[in-house]
């Protein structure tokens, strides 16, 4: 795994404070504000799956290293994500979430209709039984 930093742009700043200006910066084109701060939470903020999506991608890009939108939505502020990612090679990878196994349901039939139809159109009376939801 790359290390988290090493596709930043350099400036006198430490790793950690560069990442913040990053993510700052990323937050701000995303939501479209000119104020956001490192409390600032995402979801507070209006944050979506899809905004989400968005920053997550724009920092994949900036830094080289592949973040998960789990990993934001478990750390909505800027000042936790940036601690997860202090302490990235500490955590445990991230798993996908895969749905769970349903049991099988017997299929409802929640009407009965007995009806006539002439469904081929040939001028005969069929009666048939119509199931409607």
Known sequence: MSQPFENLPA???????RFTALLIQ??????QRDH???QDNFF?????SLLGTRIITRLCQATGVE???RMLLDAPTIAEFA???????????YQPISPRPRKRQKAVVLSLQKGTSDMAGNGKNN???FYSR
């Open 36 to 38: 956001i701060g490192i």
């Open 11 to 17: 400036t006198s700043g430490s790793d950690e404070s």
């Open 67 to 69: 973040f998960t939108l």
């Open 44 to 48: 507070a903020l209006g944050g979506t």
């Open 127 to 129: 009666q048939e039984l």
């Open 26 to 31: 990323i937050w701000r084109e995303v939501f």
């Open 83 to 93: 601690m997860v990612i202090e302490h990235l090679d500490k955590l445990p990878p």
